[in-house]
């Protein structure tokens, strides 16, 4: 149910502090201080303003930069004394340039060349596993299957596309949940392996289906019938 914003818990200094997550994979992109104004604001124009401490004022993300953050949804937490303030960026998220403020690896120590040596946090599984198929594009591995599938050619990763596919089909057919999800699994990672080929990230992806948020079946021409694909 709407939470009552009067029943927020604000600090000492009347701020509370507030995580910026991308909705579209739930990447965590920064963490700042909003007060009052700052969330009223941001409610108003469904655009992220926060409280700056060091100049002691109201601030517009992106006002300066251009990379605006467009609010989905707000979230409270149990306490009511922390934010998740939901958005779509319009650009990077950290002043560095990198698409979130968390770039930094401070636990567990990174190994050289490791697959889970991630450039930023990233939104999910999905967005792992694609960074492991480009290491392994990019750095062939005689005993990587991703590595011997992409040497092969594209011919070879389409034809398994198709093999997966059928054979997600028939797990639907058969209405076995553990072999849709087994299959649907193999299908998706296969998928991912294609993105790898031609270079297409994820979040190309992700920024595609939420530009088709809201419309009547996902059409990529924007028809729109009665009712919503929400």
Known sequence: MPINMESLTYDAQGLIPAIIQDWRDGTILMMAYMNREAINKTIETKHVHFWSRSRQELWEKGATSGHYQQVRELFVD????????????????????EPSCFFSLAWPAAKESTDNALPHVRGGVIDRLYDIIVNRRKHPNARSYVSTLMQAGQDRILKKITEEAGEMILGSKNQNRSEIIAETSDLLFHVLIVLGFHDIPPQELYQELANRYGISGHRKDGYKNEGTHD
């Open 78 to 97: 149990c306490d009511h004394d922390t934010l998740v303030v939901k958005v779509e960026p319009m650009g990077p998220a950290c002043h560095t340039g």
